[in-house]
């Protein structure tokens, strides 16, 4: 059983396209994350979200929008899809939110988004 | 200045060879560290947490230097199987523990027969 699981795998959309990825994770985790790692390979986090409440929000586009139904979903809207935004995009999920050495993030096996 | 910085490599090494890689951050009012592993277009995965005292797992041993603001992770007897990148984590930090963690670029290690 797959514990934190991401759709699609690989998306390949034109510029100005709106798309949207989803995240489940069955672990009973209370916080979810996303991620974007870019082609130099920085994996950085954009949002997360604690009991579907936002905790976290980096200073991306607002073209992107987070939406969090219940706690073990996640998903990540994406509007007027840009060349830039073509990335590998992660959805992570731990027992809660916090930093310690207990609150291990486990991470989706990511989505390949790639704008033509 | 990046926020962690490593080395990006890659390392190549012989099995059964002894490996060391390290990394630096910046903030120094951090709270957490941890070295992940990611191999090749797959997601990062826990290697282990790095704690004050240092810290060892199998093969693998972790250090922390607050003072210095630098974390190493030594390999030794390396597999075929460790090759991967291993990326430093960095967590906390802030005036509210948000569960924010800083990922440096991560260090790719090629592990030769």
């Known amino acids: 059983d797959t514990a934190v699981s991401q759709t699609p795998k690989y998306l390949v959309t034109q510029m100005g396209n709106d798309k949207s990825i989803k995240c489940e994770q069955n672990l009973g985790h209370d916080t979810m994350y996303w991620y974007k790692q870019d082609s130099k390979k920085f994996l950085k986090i954009m949002f997360s979200y604690n009991n579907k409440e936002l905790i976290i929000n980096e200073t991306v586009p607002n073209r992107f929008s987070p939406k969090s139904p219940d706690k073990a979903h996640l998903n990540l809207h994406i509007n007027s899809l840009e060349l830039g935004d073509s990335a590998v995009y992660f959805c992570?999920?731990?027992?809660?939110f916090g930093t310690g050495v207990y609150n291990e993030q486990f991470f989706g096996p990511g989505t390949r988004l790639t704008v033509l | 200045r990046k926020e962690v910085e490593q080395d990006p490599g890659p390392f190549n090494v012989p099995e059964g060879a002894t490996v060391a890689f390290n990394c630096t951050y910046s903030n120094s009012a951090s709270q957490s560290f941890f070295w992940y592993r990611q191999d090749c277009r797959k997601e990062p995965k826990l290697l282990m947490s790095v704690y004050s005292s240092g810290n060892e797992d199998g093969r693998f041993t972790a250090q922390l230097n607050r003072a210095s603001q630098y974390i190493s992770l030594l390999i030794r007897d390396s597999k075929l199987s460790d090759s991967a990148t291993y990326l430093c984590?960095?967590?906390?930090?802030?005036?509210?523990?948000?569960?924010?963690?800083?990922f440096g670029q991560g260090t790719t290690l090629q592990v030769k027969p």
């Open positions: 984590v960095v967590g906390g930090g802030g005036s509210s523990n948000t569960g924010k963690l800083i």
């Open positions: 992570a999920s731990s027992q809660d």
